[in-house]
């Protein structure tokens, strides 16, 4: 068994939960300049109120991971993006901050809001712009982080980060379609397709320039035969996107966010494939930047109790807060 293999594919999972998991509801504050009715922002929020705290506990899981098995990239890339990471943890605090004392604030109630909309759309950008980032390659040299401290603001991870924005926008507003009922559901579903759209046009983008501007990624994708594999990709999202279109058209109630994981799903293994076998693209494999077998083995009999643990408890919150809010509800979140 190839434990550096089996690590990876930990903190892979992690990631993506996190990525859908807290994605969405980040994504109800990037929605909700569109909606100004108090009474329907309370709604919005206690859609999400019993269970998005414990949504973060996946970046933690990768974090964590990351530390343990792979410290070389642990450190290089907190001494490469430290500054989007440390803006990133101001707006997730300002957006957990704004979760609690919201819901018990009367005139700063508005402040409260713009705290929310501001640490949730800040928190999916400066994500994007983590991700554009590492795409991009950091600089390596003997194992220290060889660039200056502006080097991941560039306009690819510009780009990123926005498009991180409108996808958490996606699924926070597929999340409320299936949760709420009535006006704000119909309005809800226009917002949907519009979304989808620039979601569509973001991904082409990125897919286009992620090759453009790594001659390892392009290498990878047209000199070694990847390039015919991945052709169904493209595919998949043209089939997404149709049914997402159907969905919204037929007012579909929970399709729509299994359709926005669906496309979220894509873009990812896209991703993990145009990155393997690199730990830090261009500078480090996954095998050069682990730790020695013994600490692998160590820390993946921890992981062995845990996950299952954040799984169990995970599906336990959805399970038991399923079904649809309605404004009867908000007195017990609150």
Known sequence: ?????????????????????DGFDLGIGIVFPFFPDEKERNLMMNTVAPVWDGNETWLVLGGAGLF?????????????LYLPLIFMLACLIFRGVSFELRA???????????????GSAGAAFFQGIVLGSFLQGIPVVDGSYAGSA?????????????????????????????????????????????LTVVL????????????LQDPNIAQRWFASGLFYR????????????????????????????????ALVLIGYLGLLVSLWPYAIPSSMTLWQAA????????????????????????????????????????????
């Open 68 to 80: 343990a098995v792979f410290p070389v990239v642990y450190s290089t890339v907190l001494s490469a």
């Open 200 to 211: 569509l046009a973001f991904i082409a983008m990125v897919s286009l320039w992620t090759p």
């Open 150 to 194: 502006f080097d991941w603001l560039t306009p690819f991870s510009l780009l990123t980060g926005l498009g991180l924005v409108v996808t958490y926008a996606l699924l926070g507003c597929c999340w409320l379609v299936a949760k709420t009922e009535g006006d704000l559901q119909r309005r809800l579903h226009r917002v949907v397709w519009p």
């Open 230 to 261: 991945l052709l169904p990709v493209p595919f998949l999202v043209a089939v997404c996107a149709f049914f997402m279109r159907r969905a919204v058209r037929e007012r579909h109630h929970k399709t729509p966010f299994v359709l926005a994981l």
């Open 291 to 334: 730790a020695p077998r013994s600490s692998q083995m160590f820390t993946l009999a921890g992981a062995a109790v845990i996950i299952p643990i954040i799984l169990t408890y995970t599906t336990l919150g959805y399970w038991v807060f399923r079904g649809k809010v309605s404004h009867d509800d908000q007195h017990h979140y609150h």
């Open 1 to 21: 068994m190839d434990v550096t293999v089996v690590w990876a594919a930990i903190i892979a999972l992690g990631l993506f939960m996190y990525v859908v998991l």
């Open 104 to 118: 018990k604030a009367n005139r700063t109630k508005h402040l409260w809001d713009l705290a929310f909309i501001g």
